[in-house]
């Protein structure tokens, strides 16, 4: 079957930098995707989404890039804070019948230094 | 509003016992959908309901049974449960499995 997966699995920066998560998908059928933040002992939490008719999207300090070409995702969190430190999820959605059916990457877990 | 609710929050079972996992919902939502993470892992599908009376497999279902009376509630059900049932179960809603909202989790330890 095809599978959404993660190119670092732990991501270590300093507060203030700018940190890069990247997401690799198969399903050539999928046309949605959305970026979640899951923090300890918590269900994940939406972050920003993107379609597969658009190549970037920008919300408050994030930025999501999908690479149609090479089947490429990636969020981009500037001036990365304390806060942000997570394990950061990317989900493909396959549009099924009038609803989508996701499926979720293994997760990079973000850990910023003070 | 609650949002997405979940109970037991923690809960352990011997191998062979059943229980019921709990989730509801106050956001009016269509969708909702059951998964589990494992550690290390992203969240599996187990079940998922595009709407009361609908319900429908997903990635993991063996061993778990799903109904939806109301919009409100989707109880999870294990039938027998056996160690490699021991997870993190997340409910989850959204208007039409797009932006989902998750629950706080159920942690669930089979012995």
């Known amino acids: 079957g095809e599978s959404v997966g993660l190119h670092l699995p732990t991501l270590s920066v300093q507060e203030g930098d700018n940190s890069i998560i990247n997401c690799a998908y198969s399903n050539s059928a999928s046309d949605y995707f959305i970026w979640y933040k899951q923090e300890s002992g918590k269900g994940p939490q939406f972050i920003i989404d993107i379609r597969s008719n658009m190549d970037k999207r920008q919300g408050q300090r994030v930025t999501v890039l999908l690479n149609k070409t090479v089947k490429h995702l990636s969020l981009q969190i500037a001036a990365t804070q304390p806060g942000d430190s997570a394990v950061y999820f990317c989900?493909?959605?396959?549009?099924?019948?009038?609803?989508?059916?996701?499926?979720f990457g293994r997760g990079t877990s973000l850990i910023v230094h003070p | 509003n609650a949002g997405v609710t979940q109970t037991p929050k923690f809960q352990v079972l011997k191998t062979g016992q059943s229980m019921t996992l709990q989730c509801a919902q106050d956001?009016?939502?269509?969708?909702m959908s059951w998964y589990r993470q494992d550690p290390g892992m992203g969240l599996r599908l187990i079940h998922y309901s595009v709407g009361a009376g609908i319900t429908d497999q997903g990635e993991v279902p063996n061993g778990y049974n799903v109904s939806r009376s109301t919009t409100e509630d989707f109880p999870l059900r294990l039938l027998s449960a056996a160690p490699s049932q021991t997870s993190v179960y997340f409910c989850?809603?959204?208007?039409?499995?797009?932006?989902?909202?998750f629950g706080p989790g159920t942690r669930l330890t089979v012995t």
């Open positions: 956001m009016n939502h269509e969708y």
């Open positions: 989900a493909e959605n396959e549009a099924s019948g009038g609803s989508y059916i996701p499926t």
């Open positions: 989850a809603t959204s208007t039409s499995g797009d932006e989902q909202y």
